[in-house]
């Protein structure tokens, strides 16, 4: 005989229901999703800095939940300087936050302790934390992060080789980078042989960009002197370069200099390349209207993560600037930038993937799953977060 069930009887069925998917969504962020999900009720609960003996700092932010997520400062420092910098001036105003208010704790980190500098190593400290959190957001929502950037306007990211040298001479560099044009990458960049500035050194630039252009003519080229030279060394470089049809011409003169920058945009025809160096969207801003600067390069590992690049994102619509983003690191940042990269409608060209050895890919395999490169193009799988995992054996092996 069948049974009929009351009102009252429903109401209370539908209750322990609804009760007993609350408590799955305290275990599987994949419930977490509607009015009352785990996004709305999560707390950072803990930032752990590691600092490796390789030179490389990672950042891990750990929810109330458990939900973790990760990040990456850029190795421009000694990590030392990060752990101290986010235990001290950025966890206190991170913890106890729910790491979807991002933009609220990235404006109370950064102008809570501005006068601790507006650009340089505290912004990379903040990086480091930031991605983590958008890592964390993602992960939370079962999406990766380019759906909460916008979306996907690509489904692959092409990439450029770029050589820092290592001392090799201009036959062996032309070697090294056709082994890249190998495997299909169809775009590099060259960097010259010592580091100096203000035209000091030995300068074999013109002489490497030849030998590159003449041996690989398949190649786009890109070159980039790290400020090595006053404005008017930069314009009779830069001229050469146009001859060789080279297709950036990036940083050739010291990163403050806006005027010279102006100066440089308007005589040369070679796009002119600046922007790691500065490291949040007002300093963009003047770089595009004091500097003219032709193509803009932030890094996610220091202009203050994917919170900060976003915005620097939307002013290069607004200018109409193309967006080459500088990328030293082949691993956490490569995986943030990626998101960025298929979402912002101004990465219309290759982007920035370090070509030498670098020991967090190639000798100690940080991540649990090397990126997907193929052809020159990095097309990642589409997972929660900015969809990479750390090997924890192996961080803790590097972990100083």
């Known amino acids: 005989m069948q049974r009929t069930m009351t009102r009252r009887q429903m109401l ?5 229901g609804a009760a007993a998917a609350a408590l799955a969504a305290l275990h599987d962020p994949a419930e977490a ?7 709305r009720r ?13 030179g490389h700092t990672v950042v891990e932010v750990v929810t109330d939940r458990g939900i973790r997520g990760w990040g990456e400062c850029s190795p421009m420092v000694h990590g030392s300087v990060f752990a101290r910098l986010i235990e001290h001036a950025i966890a206190p105003r991170v913890i106890g936050r729910n790491p979807f208010d991002v933009e609220r704790i990235w404006r109370s980190v950064f102008f809570g302790r501005y006068k601790l500098g507006p650009m340089g190593v505290y912004l990379e400290a903040i990086a480091g934390v930031d991605i983590a959190l958008w890592d964390i957001m993602g992960k939370a929502l079962d999406l990766p992060c380019y759906m909460l950037l916008g979306g996907k306007l690509r489904d692959q990211v092409p990439l450029y080789a770029s050589a820092m040298r290592m001392r090799r001479t201009p036959e062996q560099e032309v070697e090294f980078l056709r082994g890249w044009y190998e495997r299909g990458f169809r775009a590099a960049k060259i960097h010259p042989y010592e580091r100096w500035a203000f035209n000091q050194g030995r300068d074999d630039t013109l002489e490497v960009a030849r030998a590159v252009r003449e041996a690989l003519p398949g ?14 060394r930069a314009l009779a470089v830069g001229r050469a370069l146009e001859e060789l049809g080279c297709v950036l011409f990036e940083e050739p003169i010291a990163a403050y200099d806006y005027d010279g920058y102006a100066r440089l945009c308007d005589a040369l025809e070679i796009p002119v390349g600046a922007g790691e160096q500065e490291y949040t969207v007002w300093q963009h801003k003047d770089l595009i209207l004091r500097g003219r600067i032709d193509v803009i390069q932030p890094d996610v590992v220091k202009c203050g993560g994917l919170t900060e690049l976003r915005k620097i994102g939307t002013l290069a619509i607004a200018f ?3 967006i080459r983003c500088h990328n030293t690191q082949p691993t956490i940042g490569t995986a943030a930038h990626y998101h960025f990269w298929v979402s912002a409608p101004m990465c219309i060209v290759e982007q920035e993937y370090p070509a030498d050895f670098h020991p967090l890919r190639d000798r100690y395999q940080l991540l649990t799953e090397p990126l997907p490169i193929k052809n020159g193009s990095l097309r990642m799988p589409d997972r929660a977060g900015i969809g990479v995992e750390l ?9 100083v």
């Open 12 to 16: 209370r069925f539908i209750g322990q």
């Open 33 to 39: 999703i509607g009015d009352n999900g785990l996004a």
């Open 42 to 54: 999560l707390k950072v609960k803990q930032i752990k800095t590691y600092v490796l003996r390789t």
């Open 219 to 232: 190649m786009a080229l890109m070159v980039d002197v790290n400020n090595a030279y006053t404005v008017d």
């Open 320 to 322: 109409n600037r193309p």
């Open 391 to 399: 090997n924890r054996k192996v961080l803790a092996e590097l972990t």
